[in-house]
């Protein structure tokens, strides 16, 4: 069965405290790897997307690595404003255009 | 408006009401979807409509119907649900159902009394 998991379930970081979230994932025929950010209160916003093993993308502070059988969220020297919940969502060939996602990785960043 | 809005923002119904909620893209996608985010638990996909057929029922009690009349917009109308089915309710739309990348409403905030 399909499966994404992410963790640690919450994470509290002074500001400028850089970490690491991570995405496992035991999804066949991994289509694409996505993560969100979801404020309270509000709707998933986009942010990566990754195809395959070895792909990086950055964001500002944020840079998203994938591996076969996991992604990093990796925060450097993160703020107060990047305060939220981080969704991980994989994509399958099996389940055409059905995102998988995990329960999500609750960040808080204290001044 | 841009992007995909979702009304009503919030929505309290008793278990006899019947109620719609509403969902507009302007990303001109033809694909859209509603998704159940209950506290602690991943999003649960519902339905999919890709050029306003519907392409994916995910196992939804029938107390769930959706209504697609144009690649714009989705409804979802409520009947007789339960207070289980309290939860944040997300439209999202992509281009098409392949794979894309899907993008989010605000939700609508429902507390089935």
């Known amino acids: 069965e399909d499966q994404v998991t992410q963790s640690p379930e919450a994470l509290r970081l002074q500001e400028g405290e850089s970490s690491s979230l991570n995405c496992s994932y035991t999804?066949?025929?991994?289509?694409?790897l996505f993560w969100y950010r979801q404020d309270p209160g509000k709707g998933p916003e986009f942010l990566f997307t990754l195809y395959s093993a070895g792909e990086e993308k950055e964001k500002e502070r944020l840079k998203a690595t994938l591996t076969k059988k996991e992604s990093f969220l990796h925060i450097t020297a993160p703020k107060p404003e990047d305060s939220a919940t981080y969704l991980c969502a994989g994509l399958s060939y099996n389940q055409g255009g059905k995102l998988i996602f995990g329960q999500g990785t609750e960040l808080s960043v204290k001044p | 408006e841009t992007g995909v809005t979702q009304t009503p923002r919030h929505l309290v119904m008793g278990m006899t009401n019947k109620k719609s909620l509403k969902c507009e893209q302007h990303l001109g996608h033809n694909a859209m979807y509603w998704y159940k985010q209950s506290a602690k638990k991943p999003l649960e996909l519902m339905f999919v409509?890709?050029?306003?057929?519907?392409?994916e029922n995910n196992s939804v009690p029938s107390r769930f119907s959706p209504e697609c009349p144009n690649s714009s917009h989705l409804f979802l109308h409520l009947h007789t649900l339960q207070p289980e089915d309290s939860a944040l309710y997300l439209c999202a739309s992509s281009q098409q159902t392949g794979g894309e990348t899907q993008y989010f409403g605000p939700g609508t905030r429902l507390l089935v009394l």
């Open positions: 999804v066949s025929g991994l289509r694409g």
């Open positions: 409509y890709n050029f306003k057929e519907q392409t």
